[in-house]
């Protein structure tokens, strides 16, 4: 070998490279169908108070009955896990007219709102003539066509779908570090900023949509990154953009995201599971801090200084919030949901959290999910309260909850 020519550069590039290529091919699909919650103990949060309970018998059979209806009025390929990853096509099958449905809930329109001079946002709407739009932001390096399953479980509301900078198939990097970047990480580095500038496109994503419709509610449902992007819209602009909001996987900081990603960067692809591999290397600090660089060097993702997200959610003193967390959560630990819990002063806060893994509720517990975020937006605090905890209660109130026909 020519000493002189020798370049250890281009060899710790080749060795990252392997490394994420190796993670990617060992990736498999964790999202399994919808299971039984009736034999499930889930905790319930209401304010302060904790309290473990069973979900009443009654609302979990009508959330199945009222479920399957709708499975039967929708393509089953929406909960398909594997073409859910087809970006592709499920934009074509949530933009094609439903002969069998008049209204054509599941009939998207595309489009696109310009934030400012260099930044367009791609959006996928749904006008079921309602008086609610519901927002919905997905995880990170997630298109908008992954949350494609919301589109089934809330038809009684107008849904937009939307991509984060960086996102989606219509935004192609125009860089060699930003084509490499979404090419294996499934966002372009070089446009996201990380939850530091995303608040102003759903800012402004709301802005144009109650410009164009008179809506007298705004929803929100966010996961994992956009559970922390909602919060910060909500605190920035208190009154004028949501009403209520429903995050799952909300995280406290994001350096501590970053930590997990260095000690085991399997867990930024499959987040449900991570790699043992991954975890064991990952206690050491050579290599913890050769994975960190790597994500700084090579796809300029700095997780170190990333947004103190408490900072949002302790302003959220005047919305309602229905959060979603997991047990098994490898990437967001109970301790860490709590940090987000005890930040919000807002009374009017609950908490669901069952024995799933990572953001696996609204596919894993569909039923229940759609259920619980349907009585959520449709009733008082009080009322929600009552109804997920007294099983007369629900009774009385279960023929009220109907979705489109």
Known sequence: MNLVNFNPKFYILAAAIAILCFFIWFK???????????TTEIWFFANSSAQSISLPSPMLFHAKKAFNKLSDRFNPTLFNTHLLKNSSKIRSLTTKRNKLLPKCITCGRLGSIKVNNDLNIPYTYFDRGSDTLLVIGGGLANDRERMAPFVALFPQYDLVLFDYRGHGIEQTPTTLKGKLSKQ??????????LCEKEDEEVTNLIKYFKQNKPYTSIFGIGLCYSAVILAKVAAKNPGTTFDKLMLDGAWPNLSQI????????MLFFDPQR??????????????K?????TWEKLFSIKFKDGINALSYFEKLADIPVL???????LLIPMSEFGKVWRSVPHKQKI???????????FVKYKETFSMLGHLFFENSYQKFVRLITKKDEFKSEKEKIKYPE
């Open 184 to 193: 294996f990480l499934g966002i372009d580095c070089t446009e996201t900023t």
């Open 351 to 361: 908490a669901i959290v069952t024995p799933a893994k990572h953001l696996q509720n």
């Open 274 to 287: 991570g790699s043992r591999i991954g975890r064991f290397f990952g206690r050491f600090s050579i290599i």
């Open 258 to 265: 970053g930590e997990k990603f260095s000690s085991d960067p």
């Open 289 to 293: 801090s050769f994975v960190q660089k």
């Open 28 to 38: 498999k699909d964790i999202i399994k169908p919808s299971v039984d919650l009736q």
């Open 323 to 329: 959060f979603f967390q997991s047990t098994n959560d």
